[in-house]
Nanobody, 127 residues
Framework: VQLQASGGGLVQAGGSLRLSCVAS????????MGWFRQATGEEREFVAA??????????HYADSVKGRFTISRDNAKNTVYLEMNSLKPDGTAVYYC???????????????????WGQGTLVTVSS
């Protein structure tokens, strides 16, 4: 599985961005897809995930982004999106999409659960 993330850029605090991640392969709909982010000098942290067809497409968010970020997927396009609103300067990071082929709910926020990663896209939020 190959993942290609895009959509990052420079935005002012309070602004919005939409990230996209396109996956290769014919079984995309089965994967749990997640977004993580990594700021300079920090560990990679969970942002949001959306389960595949086996998990009913349920959505899960880190507390820090609930109410501001929305994850969605278009299985016909093999694409997962992250709509980010009301961005804050602490949202500055490289954002990575990941594919979890097992889709176990209890590990959905752990980066070790993800089997494949995209290359990352940089989001910079200016104050």
């Amino acid at each position: 599985v190959q993942l290609q993330a895009s959509g990052g850029g420079l935005v002012q605090a309070g602004g919005s961005l939409r990230l996209s991640c396109v996956a290769s392969g014919s079984t995309f709909r089965r994967y749990t897809m997640g977004w993580f982010r990594q700021a300079t000098g920090e560990e990679r942290e969970f942002v949001a995930a959306i389960r595949g067809s086996g998990g009913g497409g349920s959505r899960h968010y880190a507390d820090s982004v609930k109410g501001r970020f929305t994850i969605s997927r278009d299985n016909a396009k093999n694409t997962v999106y992250l709509e980010m609103n009301s961005l804050k300067p602490d949202g500055t990071a490289v954002y990575y999409c990941g594919a979890d082929l097992n889709g176990i709910l209890s590990t959905i926020s752990r980066n070790q659960a993800y089997d494949y990663w995209g290359q990352g896209t940089l989001v910079t939020v200016s104050s």
